[in-house]
């Protein structure tokens, strides 16, 4: 069982920055693949940054080159950087665990979401 906690969110200007903190409790957080996601206002969720347990990236086009994505073990953190943050970057943004099991059952948690407000 893991736990997920995000923290970080707020308002913030179109252009400004923030730094997006999810902590895991519970056991083996290395070992999962690691992503953000954002709930839009339309109520649309989309995949925000991923982050393998080997260190792999991947990032959608529209946040390519501003979001940056990295996880700390010792921690058992996982960060989002933002940049140049824009209006259609407002959303709610979760933190999410996942991994396969060695009995090939899925096996996926979920944070509780911290509000991003980019307005002027």
């Known amino acids: 069982q893991v736990q997920l906690v995000e923290s970080g969110g707020g308002l913030v200007q179109p252009g400004g920055s923030l730094r997006l903190s999810c902590v895991a409790s519970?056991?083996?957080?290395?070992?999962?693949?690691m992503a953000w996601y954002r709930q839009t206002p339309r109520n649309e969720r989309e995949l925000v940054a991923a982050?393998?347990?080997?260190?792999?990236?991947n990032y959608p086009d529209s946040v390519k080159g501003r979001f940056t994505i990295s996880r700390d073990n010792a921690k058992n953190t996982v960060y989002l950087q933002m940049n140049s943050l824009k209006p259609e970057d407002t959303a709610v943004y979760y933190c999410?665990?996942?991994?396969?099991?060695?009995?090939?059952?899925?096996?996926?948690?979920w944070g509780q979401g911290t509000q991003v407000t980019v307005s002027s």
């Open positions: 999410k665990a996942a991994r396969l099991k060695p009995s090939l059952q899925s096996e996926a948690y």
């Open positions: 519970g056991s083996a957080f290395s070992i999962y693949k």
């Open positions: 982050i393998t347990a080997g260190g792999s990236t």
